[in-house]
């Protein structure tokens, strides 16, 4: 029964993340409407916004890349589990900069461990 349930829930779950980034995109386009309506003479300060946004995402983000890197593959055990997790260890591991700069999608886009919500929300 709960396979039935959430083969959906996994398979759609793009759409889930496109419709947050919908919700995000109006919410910080409404915040700013609503200062530019307050004072008529804003100007928005872009690096402010793009520093404080990196301070607020890269914690999170350099929590998973250490957890891919050096806890994930003592989570769990099997005949498969050392090969599927060691391209987490391998490439966090080499890798970590990149994430920490944001740059996953520009270099080396094949050896990166790429987090989809987090790349794509400093944008």
Known sequence: MWHD???PVFANGAISV??????SGYL???IMLKQF???SN???NWLN????RYIRMTPTMMALVAFGALIMRY????????GATVFYDLYCKRNWWINLLYLQNFVHQNETVRNCFLNNSLI
Request: positive net charge.
């Open 28 to 30: 910080v386009a409404f």
């Open 5 to 7: 349930f959430l083969s």
């Open 75 to 82: 989570m769990g055990n099997g005949p498969e589990w050392l």
């Open 42 to 44: 804003v100007r928005i």
């Open 18 to 23: 496109d419709s947050f980034f919908y919700i």
């Open 37 to 39: 309506r307050k004072q």
């Open 49 to 52: 916004y793009i520093v404080k």
